[in-house]
């Protein structure tokens, strides 16, 4: 992803310097200071005051003000979370709940993909165009689409009583089901451009050459497509199950009382219970767990980008 | 691979589609059902739609996320922008890696870290909440989009131009605006279009950070779906669809109308000159 091009050992102008500090302050101010005050936050007793934490941190009373209220930090919100069995759970159920619905996207978008791929090259710019076209209207809206849908007078239901499939209306919303349904339907089109990219880019005479030497169609696609496809796979799983680990839409729209993800503990932590210390620990543990595949996903990129380049 | 469509092909795109697209279009339908019943049809009507006029505290909300949205979008154009040259252009300077990291970080952190933290800052800060804190905490993360999208642009851009220019004495800053930028302004677009509808879509981000009397439209529709479809929303969503829709389209014809005009452009000097 970090694209360097080795321009010449320039001598940078003040222009230059300014062209640099104007967006990393803005990050450095907005994004990185931030992260360090949720860790800060971690680390403090809950309080009733405003705000609710102490010790607050004064940035008037300077080096010596910012050393004492170092010596008052202390872990206590990250062992209360391994006490109660709410987060670790809610931690492990968010993996398990964002694990199987990126494999249930894979499995629904690799054949979407694959078609895309296949069609005449002049139908690619609208299929293209159809599947990046949801990814831009409101993520909310998509959500509540299902709800209608789901429910237990709604569409789904009448549509399968109507065909006499069913006797009684299925359950559907708010349990697990239907959090699956809703991150496979946000996230498709995460997993399917990545994917189709590499599939479209695959050399065609390999197949054919599989072809003529007698291979049948699905063993040509199980020893050549799909192998050659994995890293379009790859990216697109990950691009799947990082942000669906901490997705509090879907689970609080769509999920039941007993669907347990991070995303809302954090959110029923915060505004709920307005407990910030310890929404802010869940964050930085959420953070801890998310690096591991952040950090995977930019060593495949990096990776997939000295091969191509 | 430019053999025919099989029929295996063509189902799995028209299901996959379907799927894609069959909840939208329900929702738009039954924006115009006559019945307050959401799920039964009661006949077309449009007084869901005449009813929105009349709600004013969806219409403020409609007015808070579009000033929010607008405002966001141009300055994140302008920080994204900055970014995606540093990124592509400025080569090796101290802190390069954290710069990237801080770029492509908030593509992929979930929303509810990204909100509290930006509260916690804003609540240090002593900021009173409200529509600036929105703004900034959505300029923050639409810049990282606009970053990567304007880099895309830029990696593949032919810099002899600009080379050109800067031999024949131009100042860096006139290049910028008389080559570098023209030839980008797509992805500078595309960059403001997605810094927009990002803007205007977001839920999480705009809970966290904001404060009385800056309560957007899909805070507004969370809070009125947490008590049950109803059709007003239905008509309220459709309209947001809409917007975005054609805004998308209408986008992707022009920047393909430009392209091709380009093209023919390019055809016509290389002809001239044999």
């Not at chain 1, 694990?99 to 694959?114: F, V």
């Not at chain 1, 063993?219 to 669906?244: D, H, M, Q, R």
């Not at chain 2, 053999?3 to 379907?18: A, K």
């Not at chain 2, 205007?200 to 008590?227: E, N």
Request: hydrophobic content about 55%; proline content about 6%.
């Amino acid at each position: 992803m970090d694209q360097e091009q080795n321009t010449a050992p320039t001598r940078r102008t003040l222009g230059g310097w300014l062209l640099i500090a104007v967006p990393y302050l803005w990050l450095l101010i907005l994004f990185l200071a931030p992260f360090l005050i949720v860790l800060k936050i971690s680390l403090s007793e809950v309080a009733v005051a405003i705000p609710p934490y102490l010790p607050t941190f004064d940035l008037a009373e300077g080096w010596a003000g910012f050393t004492e209220s170092l010596s008052q930090l202390s872990f206590e919100n990250y062992i209360w979370l391994t006490e109660d069995d709410l987060y670790w759970k809610s931690y492990l159920s968010s993996v398990v709940i964002a694990g199987i619905s990126t494999i249930l996207t894979l499995l629904l978008g690799y054949p979407i993909a694959y078609g895309m791929a296949r069609s005449p090259q002049a139908w690619r710019p609208t299929l293209l165009m159809l599947v990046i076209l949801p990814f831009w209207t409101s993520f909310l809206i998509r959500v509540y689409a299902w709800i209608g849908i789901l429910k237990n007078e709604g569409l789904l239901n009448q549509l399968l009583l109507f065909l006499g499939v069913i006797d009684e209306p299925l359950v559907i919303l708010n349990t697990n089901i239907a959090v699956y349904i809703g991150i496979v339907y946000s996230y498709l089109p995460f997993l399917v451009l990545p994917l189709y990219a590499s599939l479209e880019r695959l050399d065609g005479s390999l197949l054919e050459a599989a072809e003529d030497l007698g291979c049948p169609p699905w063993k040509a696609f199980w020893n050549v497509t799909l192998p050659l496809s994995l890293p379009g796979v790859i990216a697109g799983c990950f691009l799947v199950f990082i942000p669906a680990v901490g997705e509090f839409v879907i689970p609080d729209l769509l999920g039941g009382s007993n669907t347990l993800m991070i995303g809302k503990t954090l959110w029923v932590e915060f505004f709920n219970n307005r407990d910030w210390p310890v929404s802010s620990a869940v964050a930085v543990i959420l953070l801890l767990i998310l690096v591991i595949p952040i950090v995977l996903f930019q060593n495949q990129q990096q990776k997939m980008s000295e091969k191509n380049g | 691979m430019t053999r025919g469509p099989t029929w295996f092909n063509i189902t799995s795109l028209v299901l996959g589609f379907s799927f894609l697209y069959l909840p939208i279009v329900l929702l738009v339908i039954y924006s115009f059902n006559a019945s307050r019943l959401v799920t039964v049809w009661g006949g077309f009507s449009t007084q869901w739609y005449v009813a929105l006029l009349d709600n004013d505290q969806l219409l403020d909300a409609a007015w808070v996320t579009l000033r929010v949205a607008f405002a966001s979008a141009c300055i994140a154009t302008v920080i994204g922008t900055l970014a995606a040259l540093v990124l592509v252009r400025s080569g090796r300077f101290p802190g390069r890696t954290l710069f990237s990291g801080m770029i492509f970080a908030p593509l992929v952190m979930p929303e509810v870290i990204l909100g509290l933290s930006l509260l916690l800052l804003f609540v240090a800060m002593e900021q009173t909440r409200g529509f600036w804190t929105v703004m900034l905490a959505h300029t923050t993360f639409a810049s990282c989009y606009v970053a990567v999208v304007v880099q895309s642009r830029l990696v593949g851009f032919d810099k002899s131009m600009e080379e050109a220019a800067e031999d024949l004495g131009c100042p860096p800053v006139k290049t910028f605006f008389l080559i570098t930028l023209p030839i980008i302004l797509p992805g500078v677009i595309a960059g403001w279009m997605l810094a927009f509808t990002l803007s205007l879509d977001d839920l999480v981000i705009a809970s966290f950070t904001t404060g009385p009397g800056a309560t957007t439209l899909p805070m507004k529709i969370y809070s009125q779906v947490r008590l049950g479809v109803t059709p007003e929303i239905n008509a309220v969503c459709t309209i947001l669809v809409a917007f975005v829709t054609t805004g998308v389209i209408a986008a992707s014809i022009a920047t393909k109308r430009q392209q091709s005009q380009r093209e023919k452009d390019e055809r016509a000097a290389f002809g001239a000159e044999g």
